[in-house]
């Protein structure tokens, strides 16, 4: 129910002009607009023909993927039905058993599935600091580099879109598929951590792979890391003193053990002289799962 509030909540602040136009990219249009070189397109170049890549310009064509659902936000029975159609289609050639609609007029439409071998149906959303903003070509140049690191790393992808949206920045998203669990923190998944000065040598030893670290304007420090496994967090901590710092870090193993999560490490600092603390530790830990 929290999933369906959240979603819900998302959905009816787009405005509605984001779900009134369709605009319809090819496969040929999209290579032509990649930098001379660029690999193929992931996924058609591993030979799965159920990819689709298309530029979408309605919202409730791009569905939120929830544990064993699709979620999307038609205002109407036809774009439910458009959206059925569309997304039935792809479940099916991916292996996926599409089960019965339940649509809500103006609120949300909801299409169930299963797979025999337990498998889901995620999405990967880039962030659009992954990429120089409007330009389509540095784009599609990312999409095609974080879709061949996926595609490597086990996670077929069965659907591939790029977004333009009058609300948002242009971005590409990525429908693939991975080990279904209970616990979908604990799931194989492309994520993004937004933290800054997250260590790629700490998560690597967490069972995570980095795909992509993005610095910020002054090119001075990670802000995001886009990366494969489980849900991953960090946290920093200060204190003046060490033994204040030392604390610290055990009320947060304690607070992120009582939530479901576990601790993964903390990495301590001594500050230089005039910073606004002495000490401070970036402690990183495994998610807690939503309940």
Known sequence: MRLVLVLLAG???????AQESFTYTSFQQLRQMLPAGSPSVAGRAMGLTSVVT???TQGYLLPRAGRQSLYAFPKDLAQNQAFLDRWTGILKRAGFTPGPNEYQKDIISVLPYT????????????????????????????????????????L??????????EYSLPTYHLYYVTKGSAKENEEKQVRILKAEGADPKILAKAGVQVLQQIRDYSDT???????????IGLVT???????DLDTRIADFKKFIAEQGGSFIEAVVRELPPGSYRNFEADLYFYQAPLN
């Open 11 to 17: 959905a009816l602040a787009l405005p509605a002009s």
């Open 54 to 56: 298309e530029n979408i």
């Open 115 to 154: 797979h025999a071998d337990g498998l889901a149906l995620r999405e990967f959303m880039a962030d659009h600091m992954q990429f120089k903003p409007k330009d389509p070509a540095d784009l599609l140049a990312n999409m095609e580099k974080i879709s061949g690191l996926v595609q490597a790393a086990g």
């Open 156 to 165: 077929p992808i069965i659907a591939s879109f790029t977004s333009d949206f």
């Open 221 to 231: 420090m990670d802000i995001r890391t886009v990366y494969i496994g489980r849900e």
């Open 237 to 243: 901590r200060s204190a003046d003193k060490r033994e």
